[in-house]
């Protein structure tokens, strides 16, 4: 994959206050599809908004990791790194770093300025931070974990499975598994997973966002697609956090992409999200998709 930009879009910035899914909000939307019947729209608005701000975020901290893994590759005077981390600084910072485990020493980070988008590398030996070593060292042990874990596939022909660890709270720790791809014209949804630990390094919840790998693949086109679409089972009504960073990740920043959709089978409508205005919405008439 080209892994060269070093900035990111104003749509991928806006709205970065996080309001992650909150667990009332499911119990409700879950209870309405107990009855085989649609939310109210005020349930589903409310959904895809918190859907859409954990994508943004998601997105934010893989690009990160993208972006700093290459230029690590080609500007740090002491590639000796075996983990990255990313976190937010504060609110209108994220910070990346490259760790020397057996030194416990940062020798490359990445910054990403929130308000501009703009990601500027320091080539820098430096000690860690309080904070930065356990970090470092939780991370370690949640990565270890998760790896010990069945029901966890990598789709090699496709790449590799790509970690992030995001802090959602002092007591809540999510760390997610998206398919990676070094293929060109190729959108790698689905086998997509999360893991929540909490402040003990307990596994509280686990999710696989998908039951299969569902890949747009227009490698047999010429040029690029505009818009992609793929369907979501009852158990899966909604579109996915995961959905939307890897459409942030390949189909926007790479094929330069504004819309996709899924069709939910538990709702009969399509959602589609809309990377410009960083909104998603509802469809019931097919014959508005095409």
């Known amino acids: 994959m080209g892994r060269n930009r070093h900035t990111l879009s104003r749509m991928a910035i806006k709205?970065?206050?996080?309001?992650?899914?909150?667990?009332?909000?499911?119990?409700?939307?879950?209870?309405?599809?107990?009855?085989?019947?649609?939310?109210?729209?005020?349930?589903?608005?409310?959904?895809?908004?918190?859907?859409?701000?954990?994508?943004?975020n998601l997105y934010l901290h893989d690009k990160l990791n993208w972006v700093m893994s290459d230029a690590y590759k080609q500007m740090c005077s002491s590639k000796t790194a075996s983990l990255s981390v990313v976190g937010q600084l504060n609110d209108t910072l994220m910070s990346g770093i490259m760790i020397d485990v057996d030194q416990m020493k940062c020798v490359f980070e990445c910054r990403l300025n929130l308000n501009t988008g703009e990601i500027e590398p320091f080539d820098l030996v430096r000690g860690l931070t309080p904070k930065e070593i356990s970090r470092a060292e939780r991370q370690l042990t949640l990565l270890d974990k998760v790896s010990a874990l069945d029901g966890i596939y990598n789709i090699e022909e496709a790449g590799n499975l790509n970690a992030d660890?995001?802090?959602?709270?002092?007591?809540?720790?999510?760390?997610?598994?998206?398919?990676?791809?070094?293929?060109?014209?190729?959108?790698?949804?689905?086998?997509?997973?999360?893991?929540?630990?909490?402040?003990?390094?307990?596994?509280?919840?686990?999710?696989?966002?998908?039951?299969?790998?569902?890949?747009?693949?227009?490698?047999?086109?010429?040029?690029?697609?505009?818009?992609?679409?793929?369907?979501?089972?009852?158990?899966?009504?909604?579109?996915?956090?995961?959905?939307?960073?890897?459409?942030?990740?390949?189909?926007?920043?790479?094929y330069g992409m504004k819309t996709f959709s899924i069709y939910s089978k538990a709702f009969s409508c399509y959602f589609t999200y809309n990377a410009d205005t960083a909104t998603i919405i509802l469809v019931d008439d097919e014959e508005s998709m095409k």
């Open 15 to 56: 709205n970065i206050t996080l309001r992650f899914i909150v667990t009332i909000v499911f119990a409700v939307v879950f209870s309405c599809l107990s009855f085989a019947q649609r939310p109210a729209m005020h349930v589903i608005d409310a959904v895809n908004d918190s859907v859409i701000d954990e994508g943004n």
């Open 165 to 254: 660890v995001v802090e959602i709270s002092p007591s809540l720790t999510r760390v997610y598994l998206l398919q990676g791809t070094d293929k060109s014209k190729l959108i790698p949804f689905g086998n997509d997973y999360s893991f929540d630990f909490d402040a003990a390094g307990n596994l509280i919840t686990r999710r696989k966002y998908h039951n299969s790998f569902i890949p747009i693949d227009f490698g047999s086109k010429e040029g690029n697609i505009h818009k992609c679409t793929h369907s979501h089972l009852d158990d899966n009504p909604y579109i996915t956090t995961t959905d939307i960073a890897t459409f942030l990740l390949y189909g926007h920043d790479l």
